[in-house]
């Protein structure tokens, strides 16, 4: 009876001994297969918002749905069919914009662990905003003005606070990299990077408050179709300068990701494993 535990025992050791070798193997392939470039995604999230834009607004206006000289931007998903289209794509667009907006909080994290950069609290802080303001994306993708006026405007209100406070928080990060080195694999960051930042995120802040005025201006006394504004309306001239504000924000915000684009190839994906317990 011994011996027959002990060959027993010893076969399960070497079963056991297969199992991780496999296991391993396929830990590898799947590593191997996923081996994301990261650096590729800031231009398909910039990609998918682009096509997003012209689909939709192409519909709307095309439809009569929305008048022609800039409307904003929800407005162009406000009815069907636009809006089931619209909504779809933002909610997709929402996933990739934090994915991107999470890999920089990593690359971030990883850049203090190296160099021992106080910029942890900033890190988070931008994480959050960034959390904000894709859940607020989401919000005005699936709450139209003309249904929920109240919770799209509320989503409004954090996609584009959220996302101006965002790229504050990140060119005040990416000012305190400056004196990195830009050598492969030295986490720097170029000085005219750190300056277009600088640029984007003060001139999305003056931007936000002339959408907030202007846009508050023109609805004061309107009392037309909120989704079709002429030059024949009154507040017409505030309407513009504050949807105006609105496009070249959500552009810029897109641009300000875009340029994570060098970073990322200094970071990789070490692969997804799977074991059992």
Known sequence: MRSVFVQFTDTDKIRGAIQTSVLKKVCLNISDKFHFRLHHWPFFMCLWFLLTL????????????????????????????????????????????????????????????????????????????????????????????????????????????????????????????????????????????VIARIIISVTCVILFFLLVGFGYASEKDFEGDLIWWTPDDSGYVSHVIATISEWIIIILISIFILTYTTEFQEIKFTGIGFTFE
């Open 54 to 193: 012209i689909v939709t607004y192409s519909i709307s206006v095309g439809k009569k749905h929305a008048y022609k000289i800039f409307p904003y931007i929800s407005d162009t998903g406000t009815y069907p069919p636009e809006s089931c289209i619209f909504g779809q794509l933002i909610n997709l667009g929402t996933l990739l914009m934090l994915l991107n907006m999470y890999l920089r909080y990593r690359q971030v994290d990883l850049i203090i662990q190296l160099h021992d950069i106080d910029c942890s609290k900033s890190n988070k802080i931008a994480m959050w905003f960034a959390g904000i303001g894709c859940l607020g994306m989401s919000i005005v993708a699936n709450f139209q003005k003309m249904n929920m006026r109240g919770i799209h405007f509320l989503g409004a209100d954090m996609v584009l606070g959220g996302g101006v406070v965002y790229t504050v928080v990140q060119a005040q990060i990416s000012y305190a990299f400056r004196n990195l080195e830009t050598k492969p694999n030295s986490c720097g960051i170029t000085k005219k990077t």
